[in-house]
């Protein structure tokens, strides 16, 4: 028997993630898709579940080496019920660690079973024209061969009732999540006051009045408001952020490719 239906659920507040999991549903040609988005703010107060007979398809950044502590909460609203389940993690081209290991033991605890994963690589959030790091992924070739982890997947679920659980890479207990770094800033002089900041953000750090304001604490670092900023005026200035970016320009400008795990 075949999944009734397919539901992609994802956090992915710069769109990379989104992008990836696009793909992979093209592969699976299954009619009936829906969207479980888990990045608005508003998505942290829904709760969705997935029956034994669909198919669900996660895909997450890696922040970190782990799964983003806010994605890990909004993956509590989901549950399945012995639900297959396709994992896939996002990386910026540096590593995936821990991360897809945490998201197969967080899903499996709210009732699914991963029966595949894979890693892909994303344009890293703290990517910009003066520390480029994988700019422009998933490229072409990174989403060829998301459609191509598609069919795979869809060859594994022509039959449900046959499915074995998947090993996943990773160690346990996991690493340490890096302190979170806090926050972009927003230039006053070339801020048009658009909003697109505040529209973004998944935790709802970002507000507007007459000029635009950050609760630091609420920040996760996504980068979301950075990449949505149609005039660059919200920027990283934090100095640990601009170490990190080039720290990771010197030593993983090497490209790296997806894998699968099935
Ligand atoms: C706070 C933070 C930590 C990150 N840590 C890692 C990491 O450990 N390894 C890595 O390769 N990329 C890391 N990245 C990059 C993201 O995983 C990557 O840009 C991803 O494509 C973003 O997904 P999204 O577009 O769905 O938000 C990190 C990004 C952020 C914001």
Sequence with gaps: ????????????????SKKVLEGVAKGLGINGVEHIDLTP?????????????EL?????PVYSGRVPLVAAQRLKTVKGNGTPAVLIAVYGNRAIEDALIELKDITTEQGFKAIAGASFIGEHSFSNDATPI?????????????????????AKVEEMEKLVEVK????KP???RNPVPRAPETTAETCTLCGACTEVCPTNAVT????????????SACSACVKACPTGARIWTNEGVKKAATWLVANYSSRR???FFL
């Design 1 to 16: 028997m075949k999944p009734s239906k397919v539901n992609l659920i994802y956090y992915s507040p710069t769109g990379t």
């Design 41 to 53: 703010a508003e998505a942290a107060g829904k709760s969705h579940i997935v029956p034994a007979g």
């Design 56 to 60: 669900a398809i996660f895909a997450v």
């Design 134 to 154: 994988a700019v422009g992924r998933p490229d072409k070739e990174d989403l060829e061969k998301a459609k191509a982890f598609g069919e795979k997947v869809k």
């Design 168 to 171: 996943i890479p990773g160690n």
């Design 174 to 176: 996991y690493r340490e």
């Design 208 to 219: 507007m009045t007459d000029k635009v304001e950050t609760v630091k604490e609420s920040c």
């Design 257 to 259: 490719e997806p894998e």
